[in-house]
């Protein structure tokens, strides 16, 4: 049964917990694959010697199978722990990122375009409603306005990164490993997510905090 928070916690202790903090970088999984893709994707695959109009085509694959990953893990994110949820789309993002930097096929790099839509979407997804579930919808805005500035700040480092890598190697291979190792990261910190025993009537805030 998936854990919901019958009671609001305050933003002010919400982002004082240890759980915001993983839940917002776990969700950060997402981000940092879909900047890598756009940032990096064109440049990599053409240095592959890949077709431009197969790039372009993995690229509308990306954006359907965004949204397959949506309504499928929002289906399911009432059976199933939306972190956990997070954490399968963060291995996803691993696999199609790992198969990309070395991409020696059509289907390699189709491979990398869909791993990145499902991936991406799914997170986009179930983000909200993990931190809803955790913590309450009281001050859902705030608390999740927070999370995605997190996940922001994170991703919007890549495409620095990946530059500093591409200038120093010609090549993007470097930068989608470092990636690669970024996103497993995020997805050890959606393991960690650890919930508060359920009792009669929900879990007090106090519970969720620690308190």
């Known amino acids: 049964m998936v854990y919901k928070n019958k009671e609001s916690v305050p933003f002010k202790q919400v982002v004082r917990t240890p759980t915001f903090w993983l839940i917002s970088l776990a969700a950060t999984s997402g981000f940092a694959a ?35 990953g949506k309504i499928s893990m929002g289906i399911v994110s009432d059976r199933i722990e939306p972190i956990r949820l997070i954490v399968v789309a963060a291995l996803i993002l691993v696999i199609g990122i790992v198969v990309g930097a070395e991409a020696s096929s059509d289907a390699m790099l189709l491979v990398f375009y869909a791993c990145i839509g499902v991936g991406f979407g799914g997170v986009n997804a179930v983000f909200p409603t993990a931190m809803a579930n955790y913590f309450g919808a009281g001050s859902l ?5 927070t999370g995605i500035m997190i996940t922001t700040l994170v991703a ?19 930068a989608f490993y470092v990636t690669a190792g970024i996103v497993a990261a995020c997805a050890v910190c959606g393991i960690l997510v650890r919930f508060p025993a359920r009792g009669e009537g929900g879990v007090r805030s106090k519970e969720v905090v620690g308190g």
Do not use: E, N, R, W
């Open 141 to 145: 805005s705030k608390y999740l306005g």
């Open 34 to 68: 879909y900047t890598l893709s756009t940032s990096q994707g064109v440049l990599h695959f053409t240095s592959l010697g890949f077709d431009s109009g197969l790039i372009v085509a993995g690229v509308a694959l990306m954006g359907a199978m965004g949204l397959v």
């Open 156 to 174: 919007s480092a890549l495409p620095i990164m990946s530059g500093a890598f591409f200038d120093a190697t010609g090549s993007c291979a470097l």
